[in-house]
């Protein structure tokens, strides 16, 4: 008998749960399940993000549901559209052996008469967002006057959300006598008021201690100089190649300019916020979940329905305002038995706060340094080696061997492997050798002005008619400056780059903060490139071509964006060599094949 079956769970269940490879229930299924599939009772559970809540209320809902009958018997309200989807998704493999059991979603920013035919065709299980669940029910679309179960799930984050009044309303639709299981990763005083208040003597289960973080994450902290920060999470996303993050910020302002950084950086990144439609979030989820995205650079809001399994990091590029949220930030990682690390940069002034997080999670940070130029360089180095090794050769270049082999006829294969790695390696080595130390106390740091001029990038170029003359022309007459004050103006095709006295700086940054031009907004920002190279940061471009595509975070001037961002691009394989980058993709395309 298996532990599953153990717990008293129906064939079509056992079966489903076998297609999906899960082995052993974990503790908050083995604790939920049987009391809920034998007693007809409240109940509060609490555990970690990512311990497996959904099944735990998902398998003995499926098992007690009657799916003989079309009437809608149970409501499952949770927090974001992402979650609502993920939940349905889940119960729909959950049930794929019990023919006639229906999930139906229902989630703002979609048709909600799609919503409602589906419901009328018969729907025993509503998963739903409060706000639209609320819709629904004003409308008469939905009828929940009869359920007999009602789940509110990750209770805490609708409850942070501000979602109580909703909550309350939508009760008030459904009978005495149904029961109500609540889900929660933590127990705030909201949490259990809502307990107290719609819950008849419940059951208590607590997976871990309340409150606490997962024991699969570590914890690091790393001490910066406040204008490090930005080049202190390059490190560390260099310092880890294979990382798949989640990097929050505390606004929305610096989580898009994070996010644009990075990949202006050659980064594969993205920005989550709020001021994104849904669609663009949708579109950035769908990327992250395939890994198109590595780094996500997300406010604490927008992220909170970010399910998605295997995040190798966090990084808090910011602490959290309210330091309770921390938990649910490191919950991101370390999900379905795996092992995450939570990464923390701050500034001096900040470190008090570290032991503030200690206390609520109960677990200890280690300090560590950001890692210097030489770590790097040696872990890409391995890196790459590695992914040399795992390669499968790709035969289509057979051809071409004879040729290539009589090119490089003379040399042993030490010589090769030396000069295989210098052409992929020595701009990343130029960039790390002269990178100063990060650690708060030196104060390194690259200058963004030299001598007093500051340089800017500026996303005009020759493509949008301007010459280095008209450009000249179009920024006096914007910023109000004599020609002499503008000077070295730099025009490419999609981009340009121009000088200025420091002092001009802050009339410039404020002049093109959200300035459109024809419908197009211009962005103009500090740039440390002497010349006109930008320094540092990535060799790899991961996921190829597909970075050229598709723009994720775009809210403005879509094409415009999207044109300047692949020109970066080109320009970055250009400088590294095409030959590099066709290595590269060569062995990218041979990897996606395997
Ligand atoms: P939570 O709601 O607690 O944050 P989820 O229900 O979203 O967690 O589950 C996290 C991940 O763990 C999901 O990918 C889920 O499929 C997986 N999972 C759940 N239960 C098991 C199990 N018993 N064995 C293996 N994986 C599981
Ligand atoms: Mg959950």
Known sequence: MNAFQKLGLDADLLKAIEDMGFETPSEVQEKSIPILLEQETDLVSLAQTGTGKTAAFGFPLIQKIDSNSKKTQ??????????????????????????????????????????????????QIIVATPGRMQDMIRRNLADISSINYCVLDEADEMLNMGFYEDIKSILS???KEKKTWLFSATMPKEVAKIAKKFMTDPKEITVGSKNKGSV????????VNHRNRYDALKRLADANPDIFSVIF????????????????????????HGDLSQNQ?????????????????????????????????????????????????????????KQGVSMVIISKSEVRKIRTVEK?????????????????????????????????????????????????????????????????????????????????????????????NTRYFINVGSKDGFDWKSLKDFLTGELNLDRDDIFKVDCKAS?????????????????????????????????????????????????GGKRNGKNFNDNKGENFKGRRRSDRNDKKSSRKGSRNKNIENSLKRRRSKA
Not at 216 to 223: F, R
Not at 249 to 272: F, H, M, P
Not at 316 to 334: A, F, K, M, V, W
Request: proline fraction near 3%.
């Open 74 to 123: 149970a409501l499952i309200l949770s927090p974001t559209r992402e979650l609502c989807l993920q939940i349905t998704n889940e119960l729909k493999n959950y049930s794929k052996y019990k023919r006639s059991l229906n999930v139906v979603a229902v989630y703002g920013g979609a048709s909600i008469t799609d919503q409602a035919r589906s419901i009328s065709r018969g729907a």
């Open 216 to 223: 699969n994450v570590s914890h690091e902290y790393y001490l």
């Open 495 to 543: 981009f340009s780059f121009f000088n200025t006295d420091e002092k001009h700086t802050d009339l410039i940054l404020k002049t093109f903060t959200d300035y459109q031009q024809n419908g197009r907004y211009v962005n103009v920002e500090i740039t440390n490139d002497q010349k006109p190279e930008k320094g540092g940061g990535r060799r790899k471009e991961r996921g």
């Open 281 to 337: 979030r949708d579109l950035v989820m769908k990327s992250f979940r395939t890994r198109q995205i590595q780094m996500l650079v997300a406010t604490d809001v927008a992220a909170r329905g970010i399910d998605v399994d295997d995040i190798t990091h966090v990084i808090n590029y910011q602490l959290p305002d309210e330091i309770e949220t921390y938990t649910h930030r490191s919950g991101r990682t370390g999900r379905a038995g």
């Open 173 to 175: 639709h459904t009978p």
């Open 360 to 452: 609520i999670i109960q677990q200890k940070f280690e300090e560590k340094s950001i890692p210097d130029g030489k770590e790097i360089c040696k872990t890409q180095l391995f890196h790459l080696a590695n992914d040399i090794k795992k390669t499968e050769i790709n035969h289509d270049i057979d051809p071409y061997l004879p040729t290539i082999n009589e090119a490089l006829e003379e040399f042993s294969k030490e010589e090769l492997i030396k000069k295989f790695f210098s052409v992929e390696f020595t701009r990343f080595f130029n960039y790390y050798e002269k990178a100063p130390d990060l650690s708060s106390e030196s104060a390194g740091g690259r200058p963004t002005v030299s001598e007093g």
């Open 249 to 272: 910020c505390r606004t929305k302002r610096d989580t898009q300019k994070v996010a644009e950084k990075l990949i202006e950086d050659g980064y594969n990144a993205a920005a989550l």
